[in-house]
């Protein structure tokens, strides 16, 4: 007590001071790590969120190809003769935005399963032309060529869903 007795009125008001100071910065440190750490990890997560967008637009008007379609092979070919080059046209500018995103996307970034889920939703779609050939020229069951756009929208939607799961911070991936 002698000591804190014989301190200046300056080095005792410093010592009040210094322990709610160093409690300032440990907690002013450890809120900017938490910061720089979610937005490291928004770094990660935004082509995944620019992905997705581009996947569901291309899903959206698949479903609605999938329509055109099943109505096109219901009526044996007299109905949605002119809705169905408009769907496709429609779908293959999504298509091609897709396609074109994912030039520069690195799926293996993201570890093994997400790059199958979003090869397998690839490939499906590069079966696109094969099965619109069919369905223009009435030589394909209704039900094969619904099933073909159900697939390729499950797949999908499936890479979409798995993205979720790609973040460590749950509030990034609903945001």
Do not use: W
Request: hydrophobic share 40%; net charge positive.
């Amino acid at each position: 007590m002698k000591i804190l007795a014989n301190l200046s009125i300056r080095n005792k008001i410093f010592l009040m001071l210094i322990a709610p100071m160093l409690g300032l910065i440990y907690f002013s440190v450890h809120s900017v790590m938490e910061k720089s750490s979610v937005s490291a990890e928004m770094e990660t997560v935004q082509p995944l969120a620019q992905l997705a967008v581009k996947a569901s637009a291309l899903v959206h008007e698949t479903q609605k190809e999938r329509g055109a379609t099943a109505g096109f092979l219901g009526s044996k070919g007299k109905k949605f003769v002119t809705e169905l080059p408009a769907q496709r046209r429609s779908t293959d500018q999504k298509r091609a935005e897709l396609r074109a995103f994912l030039k520069e996307f690195d799926a293996n970034a993201y570890g093994n399963e997400f790059a199958s889920r979003l090869n397998d939703a690839t490939s499906r779609l590069s079966q696109l032309e094969g099965k619109r050939s069919a369905v223009s020229a009435l030589s394909i069951p209704t039900k094969e060529a619904i099933c073909y756009y159900t697939g390729f929208n499950s797949a999908m939607l499936g890479v979409i869903s798995e993205m979720i799961d790609l973040t460590n911070n749950g509030k990034i991936s609903r945001a």
